[in-house]
């Protein structure tokens, strides 16, 4: 009777996590130069991921989100950059040419990754995870340049939108709170 009990809080579990959203972390993704990677490989970080574009009004907010992650990169932060063609077509590049332009015009040094769809019928898993009814800030990335802030535990923190800059003190005070300072 023990081992049968036993067993079956083993299967409901079993069941429940198959329900559960994704862990973030364990999501396939492709850096920017094409290699299979994940955000496992940032486990313990603070994370910013960004939707960006080479060819938007927010465009300049690359040099903010350098400046982000210069300032903080050694207490723990990353910013993560995903390029992104789903609103107005203000991706169109390839990889390669996305990489060249943000490295030329605004010195990023933080992880880009392979172009994706962040909504839609062909949106990535990751924001699928980020957006869907299960996550903490749930509905539809509306522009380039929103932001999600996913804690050292692999949870997602804070949403914000484009309007939101790099250096706004709302979302300066929420990356130093993720990161642990006061």
């Known amino acids: ?48 991921v960004v939707n960006v574009a080479s060819k938007c009004g927010f465009t300049p907010q690359h040099g903010g989100l350098e400046a982000l992650y210069k300032k903080y990169q050694d207490q723990g ?3 993560l950059g995903f ?9 169109p590049g390839t990889n390669e040419e996305i990489k060249g332009f943000c490295e030329a015009n605004y010195g990023v040094s933080f992880p880009l990754f392979d172009k994706l769809h962040v909504k839609g019928a062909d949106q990535h ?11 903490p800030f ?16 692999g949870q997602i923190k804070g949403r914000y ?21 006061k």
């Open 1 to 48: 009777m023990k081992f049968s009990l036993i067993m079956s809080g083993v299967f409901a579990g079993a069941t429940l996590a198959v329900g559960a959203s994704p862990n973030l972390l364990e999501i396939p993704l492709k850096d920017i130069d094409g290699r299979d990677t994940s955000l496992k490989a940032y486990a313990g970080k603070v994370m910013l």
């Open 77 to 79: 932060l990353v910013v």
């Open 83 to 91: 390029p992104c063609n789903d609103f107005g077509a203000q991706e």
């Open 125 to 135: 898993p990751l924001y699928a995870a980020l957006t869907g009814k299960d996550s």
């Open 138 to 153: 749930p509905g539809e990335v509306r522009w380039n340049f929103g932001k999600f802030l996913i804690g050292r535990d």
């Open 161 to 181: 939108d484009s309007r939101v800059k790099p250096d706004d003190e709302e979302l300066v005070k929420a990356v130093e709170a993720a990161l642990g300072k």
